[in-house]
């Protein structure tokens, strides 16, 4: 059923006016996403600490953040300019190239599977 299902699977999707690839993150593609999340994980401590009274600024300000580092995670997989991306790309079709991403490498299923991995059940 997977194999039919991946056969169907779009491979392609339309970020603005160009074309880019849904395709299998290699080790090398990881390395790029990983050391682009620099910022995300202190983002989000920072906007858990803020005082009540300021956190819809926090948060305003930790999507601005997070928004720059998905444009930079996406041109870095599909080889799209950053600038591109922030001017010319709606936020639908950025989240539609990560879902169809998440899908192909099966991403849903990593924690589980990391998970039986570590206790000796794979």
């Known amino acids: 059923m997977d194999a039919l299902k991946s056969i169907f699977m779009k491979n392609y999707v339309t970020l603005g006016k160009k074309k ?6 290699t080790p090398a ?19 858990m600490q803020a005082p009540k009274e300021q956190q819809s600024v926090y948060l305003v300000e930790g999507i601005d953040l997070a928004l720059d580092e998905v444009i930079e995670i996406t041109s870095k997989l599909t080889g799209i300019e950053e600038d591109y991306l922030t001017n010319q790309v709606g936020l639908d079709e950025l989240v539609e190239y990560f879902a169809l ?21 794979l």
């Open 20 to 25: 880019a690839e849904i395709r299998k993150l």
């Open 29 to 47: 593609d990881w390395k790029l996403v990983f050391g682009s999340f620099d910022k995300l994980p202190s983002l989000i401590v920072t906007i």
């Open 101 to 121: 991403t998440i899908k192909k490498n099966r991403l849903d299923t990593l924690p589980k599977n990391l998970k039986s991995l570590l206790q000796g059940q």
